[in-house]
């Protein structure tokens, strides 16, 4: 499904991230890797591969797209260093082609000169061609501006006949405002309702479709 912001065309792909196809530029939010290893050092029983296909779906969808650049908006990592670093260096080390920058999010403690070593740019926003990138959504967005963010993990509720309901995530747009879902398998979502102007659009297993 394509959307446009401020002019510029955006596709927004089931896989719960956009492409903006000039550029080659694909945006992805809260990943949240190592948070598996991070509840398993706090005592919590979680699998250590809870995550394992959060690597795999990034790697397919780099091969798929093919961008040029990529943009993590934020919580990237979920807390600070572990053993899950080296599995990302070696997704990011097959990727060498890829210009990474990550929008550093409340979540992102690992020290910047490790993303420095992997020629991964770490940054607080991103303004171009009238969008504003950044993992929060910001707390006053300039006017003509669109601020395109993660952080929220939006989530949508949609109640069917005979009590029937289902939750999905979904890319969430309100005036000047675009939040995109959250990437990774262990992020949850926050439901969000339906506004005056809004648009919510919903990612299915192999659409992203328009439900409000």
Known sequence: MTITLNGIS???LYEKAMFEPEQQLLIIADVH???ALHFRKQG?????AAQ????????EL???????QVYFLGDLFHSDFNNDWH???DLINDFKQIRFILVKGN????D????SEMCIGVVDTIEEEGLIYSHEPLKKIPAGKINICGHIHPGIVLNGAGRQSVKLPCFYLLENLFVLPAFGVLTGLYPLEKKKGSKIFGVLSDAVRQVF
């Open 10 to 12: 955006f596709e927004l």
């Open 33 to 35: 890797l190592g948070k």
């Open 44 to 48: 919590i029983a979680i699998p250590a």
């Open 52 to 59: 394992d296909g959060d690597y795999k779906a990034l790697q």
């Open 62 to 68: 780099f091969d798929k797209i093919k961008p040029k």
């Open 87 to 89: 599995t990302f260096c």
């Open 107 to 110: 979540h992102d403690l690992i």
């Open 112 to 115: 910047t000169h490790l993303f």
